[in-house]
């Protein structure tokens, strides 16, 4: 069974920058996607920004050009960097692993395997 260890959350002020990292164990492929999901207090759960194995990647539009998602595949650990932090980027930031998954997936729907979850709160 796949397994997700999240760090890096914490409190920053707005324009600040913080790194995510996710340490993932027991992929039965060599084939599989990582992504980064965020639920704000009344809100749905919205994606991110996803890598596949193959470096393949997606980035929501809100973040495109502030965060980059990278991966050490070594180590089966992704990195998200969040520059320019926003106070509305304030929610729970969760990983997600889909094992077997050849083509990047984007939606929450296609991950089978998530993290604990990690605060991150953007002071304006």
């Known amino acids: 069974e796949v397994q997700l260890v999240e760090s890096g959350g914490g409190w920053v002020q707005a324009g600040g920058s913080l790194t995510l990292s996710c340490t993932a164990s027991?992929?039965?492929?060599?084939?599989?996607?990582i992504g980064w999901f965020r639920q704000a207090p009344g809100k749905e759960r919205e994606t991110v920004s996803c890598i596949s194995s193959r470096d393949d990647t997606f980035y929501a539009d809100s973040v495109k050009g502030q965060f980059t998602i990278s991966s050490d595949n070594t180590k089966h650990t992704v990195y998200l960097q969040m520059n320019s932090l926003k106070s509305e980027y304030t929610a729970v930031y969760y990983c997600a692993a889909a094992d077997g998954m050849p083509l990047l997936r984007v939606w929450a729907a296609d991950y089978g395997y998530w993290g604990q979850g990690t605060q991150v709160t953007v002071s304006s």
């Open positions: 027991g992929f039965n492929s060599e084939n599989y996607a």
